[in-house]
């Protein structure tokens, strides 16, 4: 029996301690916006009227009423199981790929990161670019081996997986990084021990490598997701929301809402779903992965 | 009685002294004015050293706040009893503002203006005071912009298919059928006879360009009548040029950029509701008059309606804050800012000056040569009607030109049905 001695009382309050501004930071900046923006849900909060009244539920349920909430809600849930579909897909194919290079992989893994490093409008532009137009390089390619012109931008269901595309680029690489450091934390033994079983790659891949990196896999989806619940700059810039309303997501809903029209608690009831959206897939995620 | 007489004169006499001194230093006293631009380029060059010369005692203190911001940030910092005596926002905000009693009625500072200086004031173009006065009559700030939107073609190409200027809405389809079938345009060129504006970004202001021209109208509470024969003929448009293949087929996500791109790249024939500062652009690439000419004011208008077609111009202006301390200096810095030499400076390197004298100036014909074609339209422009969710409204008119330009053969009569109910449902 060995008697472990608890550390003195300053010593077990030093971390807490050493966190504390960073709680007040959050709390400060994050909570407050939260709890206002939640608090504003609940009034009437127009620019046009000087009047705020205490309004309960009214903006929910005019929210939930609007058909202009409900394509964006269901809009937005399209466009999040695809950009984290996609993007997870991608994510673990990189984070292998680079795991197995033996050399260069510091330069590939920066290589990774720089579409996360180029923000959301320039993402936008160069994705215009892209799809963008008779001019279009896809388009182009496209012309120069005999094939008609696609619309990308102009057909509802393209512009939405272009958005998509674009959106996937700009979050993957940082889901590929989280997924390649739980790779590296695996133990080299026991791809030596499977190899001498004679265990498959395919084998070694579904039965060793995952379950080991099950709660990294948690983490980048939950970031794929958060990204991808909040996205509104690349919406914004590359579709605007369109064709139609083909790709206005709730982000992009809330600013129109809040920003354009200034029906502010509106637009803090659709902030106020968002957040609920994030906390409950993301506990979702975190129980599913606990290890 | 006597008495009192001395003693009234020798308490008179006593404050006088002090009584003119307080006079003098008001005068004396030394004012700051903030004023919020809404892009630098708004900014006088000599940045108000005319100013200083004249009033030394006024002292201008310029920021710069985005038009899309400045009226949330404003009314932000008003209701904390800050913010700019001055500042610049989109003129559609005016009665949101003036119904919370946030702006400051200058109209009695403008009569002081016409008393001072009648020829300086009555040289202002109308829309100068009519795009800041209130639906209550109260005249809260300046519009110091002054360009009329116009619809611009390529004189070249209509010549050598020897088309004239489009003068109705038909006339603008006849030539863009003409032009699509005359083989000086390739499509797999991404070239068009058409550009427009058909993506979700701002893009209103086209929309009802198009209507005034078309004969549109409002009602009392400013909601635009498009269950009308302009309505439908609007709708119609967006449906014609989508199913005639007259503008790009991508035209639905297209912005202002592409618009103007394509017909300064030469990809397009026609475009419409182009702004002063956009065609100066144009000048750089193609000459005024041989490559290209605007349509005359009041055009293209409905067939068998042009006297119904009403021009209205969007503007910036400045509208000055309830809660000024400084009325007087204010108004120094509005003259300021209209002072045909100063506007005349910002006109030429950005926006017109909304001043006849500017308009008709040999330096500014010279170098814009279009605005000897564009004065009338300039004169004759009014401030659009505004609704109260006048945000909202615009929405739904840019939704109802998505969904005609996505249902090229859909009823039209029965779109306009459906948005002017979604408009009404607004009041």
């Known amino acids: ?63 939930l009423s609007d058909g202009g909430f409900q394509n964006s809600f269901v809009r937005t849930l399209v466009f999040v199981a695809g950009s984290v579909g996609i993007g997870f897909l991608l ?98 033994d026991l791809f030596d ?71 502010y608690s509106l637009g803090s009831s659709v902030m106020v779903i968002i957040l609920m959206l994030n906390v409950v897939v993301s506990m979702a995620l975190l129980r599913l992965f606990k290890r | 009685m006597k008495n009192r007489a001395i003693l009234l004169f020798v308490v008179f006499t006593l404050l006088a002294p002090s009584l003119f001194a307080a006079g003098a230093r008001q005068s004396d006293e030394q004012v700051t004015v903030t004023v919020w631009f809404g892009r630098e380029d708004f900014i006088p060059r000599d940045r108000f050293a005319a100013l200083s010369e004249r009033y030394p005692h006024i002292t201008v203190q310029a920021e710069v706040v985005p038009l899309e911001d400045a009226a949330t ?36 500072y403008f009569d002081q203006w016409y008393q001072e200086d009648p020829e300086d004031f009555n040289d202002l173009i109308p829309i100068a005071l009519d795009a800041a006065t209130t639906s209550r009559g109260r005249i809260v700030g300046i519009n110091m912009v002054g360009g009329a939107l ?24 006849n030539a863009g059928i003409r032009l699509r079938d005359s083989g000086l345009l390739s499509p797999a060129q991404g070239q068009y006879p058409i550009a427009l504006i058909g993506g979700r970004q701002p893009s209103e202001i086209w929309i ?28 119609e448009f967006y449906q014609t040029v989508m199913r005639e293949r007259l503008v790009d087929p991508e035209v639905i996500a297209w912005g202002a950029g592409q618009k103007r ?60 804050s309830s809660n000024t301390q400084h009325p007087e200096a204010v108004l120094r810095v509005l003259q300021y800012l209209a002072d045909s030499e100063i506007s005349k400076e910002v006109g030429l390197r950005y926006q017109p000056a909304a001043r006849l004298s500017f308009m008709q100036d040999s330096e500014v014909l010279q170098r814009s040569p279009w605005i000897a074609d564009m004065i009338d339209a300039a004169m004759i422009s009014q401030v659009p009607p505004i609704h109260a969710r006048q945000d909202e409204v615009h929405v739904i008119l840019i939704d109802m030109m998505q969904e005609a330009l996505q249902n090229p053969n859909a009823d039209p009569g029965q779109m306009a049905a459906k948005y002017q109910r979604r408009l009404n449902a607004l009041d």
């Open chain 1, 1 to 63: 029996m060995t008697l472990t001695r608890e550390p003195p009382r300053r010593q077990r309050l030093e971390p807490y301690l050493f966190v504390l501004p960073a709680v007040f930071f959050v709390i400060g900046i994050l909570g407050y916006g939260v709890f206002s923006g939640t608090l504003m849900s609940l009034f009437r909060v127009d620019l046009r009227y000087a009047e705020t009244p205490f309004v309960w539920l009214d903006n929910y349920r005019m929210l």
């Open chain 2, 208 to 235: 009802k360009d198009r209507f005034w021209l078309l004969g549109g109208s409002h009602t009392d509470s400013g909601l635009p009548i498009i269950d009308s024969d302009a309505g439908v003929q609007l709708i």
């Open chain 2, 150 to 173: 116009g619809m611009v073609y390529r004189k070249d190409w209509f010549d050598r298919l020897g088309l004239s200027a489009p003068l109705t809405q038909d006339d603008v389809i």
């Open chain 2, 73 to 108: 940030e404003f009314m932000r910092y008003h209701a904390a009893g800050l913010g700019p005596d001055v500042f610049q926002t989109f003129q559609t905000m005016v009665e949101v503002l003036d119904g919370r009693n946030m702006l400051y009625d200058m109209s009695s």
């Open chain 1, 193 to 263: 021990a499977a190899k001498v079983d004679g265990a498959s790659a395919f084998y070694v891949f579904l039965r060793i490598m995952m379950p080991i990196i099950a709660p990294m896999i948690g983490v980048s989806l939950m970031w794929l997701s958060f990204a991808s619940f909040n996205v509104f700059d690349i919406t914004l810039a590359l579709t605007g929301g369109g064709p139609g309303r083909a790709t206005e997501v709730l982000a992009v809903y809330m600013y129109n809402v809040g920003f354009r029209q200034l029906r």
């Open chain 1, 91 to 188: 994510a673990l194919l990189f984070s292998l790929a680079i795991f197995r290079c033996r050399r260069s992989a510091h330069f590939f893994k920066a290589l990774t990161l720089v579409p996360f490093l180029v923000s959301g409008i320039a993402t936008a532009v160069i994705f215009r670019f892209l799809f963008g137009g008779a001019a279009g390089v896809i388009n182009h390619v496209l012309d120069m081996v005999g094939v008609e012109r696609i619309l990308f931008l102009a057909h509802p269901d393209l512009a939405l997986l272009v958005t998509i595309l674009a959106q996937v680029w700009t979050i993957f690489p940082l889901a590929a990084l989280l997924l390649h450091a739980g790779l590296l934390s695996i133990d080299p």
């Open chain 2, 261 to 320: 791109g394509a017909f300064i790249g030469g990809s397009a024939a026609m475009i419409e509701g182009i702004g002063w500062h956009v065609m100066t652009a144009m000048q750089q690439e193609l000459q005024y008059r041989v490559n290209w000419a605007v349509v005359p004011a009041g055009s293209p208008y409905r067939e068998g309606a042009k006297d119904e077609a009403s021009l209205y111009m969007d503007t910036y202006p400045y509208y000055v």
